[in-house]
């Protein structure tokens, strides 16, 4: 008996079962969630013989390079120029195509998108979609279905689907660490993850550079008149001055949720792309995915995302006004 008994999610099994040139791709901005579904999905369908390519428009960021095939992840603009044709893709943790890159068309290399994620959907995404918002992370669901497809579970995939787990949980932390997932990770350290050593590696393995960027960011910490909402900025200009990236502003807004009068805690990045990208986060009943959703954002309830086209300044201004108002459902003065 199938570990999910959901007619779409068995669709799914039997395609990949059935097909062998096989695309596994995720979001833009990836994360701990999406790297090891992409890694672990690859892994267990080599393993029944299928050809695999793995592609991101964005590289895997530093502390999951230590996972097993991270290496083998391409570029999109490497397939562009191959223009490969592939049996099927397979879309992981995404709630719209458009979040993959927008200048990447699926279409162009297959005529069939399978769809797996765990987030509210934003938008139809793929010819069969799976979407369960119960589960933890897409991580619980590609382990389950690896099992299902008769997948055995090595060290190296369990390794990967305990960071996918354990990253999105928030290190077990966060209202989506349900019994499940819990289950799942007991099964995992038996199949050979090793909690000490991903601790370590996802948490304990920063750059000096990620480090400084920490505090020159966290120095830009402000707050409302309330104190209920506390928000931190990212500059092109500082992350390069740090000699850091992107990537390693993943996880610093969580300091500001560790405020004991903050609600909603928010990191505004301006990359010098025309785009400001806001990564929020909450604290006890504020819904924040509810807020991203309104600007075709996403997330979970308490960590979500979104994109906005507009100054630095007016970006700041237009969330915080916004904000001050969405609250006032939740927080009681």
Not at 164 to 192: C, H, K, P, W, Y
Not at 196 to 204: L, T
Not at 279 to 292: G, M, P, T
Not at 316 to 328: G, H, L, M, Q, S
Request: aromatic share 8%; net charge negative.
């Amino acid at each position: 008996m199938a570990r999910i008994a959901d007619e779409k999610y068995l669709k799914i099994a039997e395609k990949l079962k059935a097909l062998d040139h096989i695309l596994i791709t995720s979001h833009i901005n990836p994360d701990g969630d999406n790297i090891a579904s992409i890694v672990s999905l690859g892994m267990g369908l080599s393993q029944l013989g299928k050809t695999v390519t793995m592609a991101l428009v964005s590289p895997v960021p530093h502390i999951y390079k230590f996972l097993s095939c991270t290496d083998k992840i391409y570029g999109f603009e490497k397939l562009e120029e191959e223009r490969p044709k592939f049996d099927c893709a397979i879309v992981l943790d995404v709630g719209s195509l458009k979040r993959v890159g927008e200048s990447v068309d699926i279409r162009k290399f297959t005529g069939l998108v399978l769809n797996i994620d765990h987030h509210v959907k934003t938008e139809n995404c793929g010819d069969i979609s799976f979407v369960d918002s119960s589960y933890s992370s897409t991580a619980e669901i590609i382990y389950n279905l690896l099992v299902d497809m008769g997948v055995k579970i090595t060290p190296e995939i369990a390794e990967a689907l305990y960071v996918g787990i354990m990253t999105d949980t928030g290190g077990f932390q966060f209202q989506n660490t349900t019994s499940s997932a819990m289950r799942a990770v007991s099964e995992l350290i038996e199949a050979g993850a090793g909690p000490e050593k991903i601790s370590q590696k996802v948490y304990f393995s920063n750059r000096a550079a990620k480090i400084v960027l920490m505090g020159k960011v966290l120095s830009t910490l402000k707050f409302d008149p309330s104190g209920k909402i506390g928000w931190i900025t990212a500059t092109k200009e500082v992350i390069d001055e740090c000699g850091a990236n992107s990537d390693d502003l993943e996880n610093v807004i969580n300091n500001i949720t560790s405020i004991e009068t903050v609600e909603v805690a928010i990191l505004f990045r301006d990359l010098h792309d025309g785009k400001i990208k806001l990564s929020l986060r909450a604290r006890n009943s504020v819904d924040v995915q509810k807020f991203a959703l309104k600007y075709q954002g996403g997330g979970h309830k308490k960590a979500a995302g979104m994109v906005l086209d507009a100054p630095l300044d007016e970006a700041v201004n237009k969330v915080i006004f916004e904000f001050r108002d969405y609250i006032r459902e939740y927080v009681k003065n």
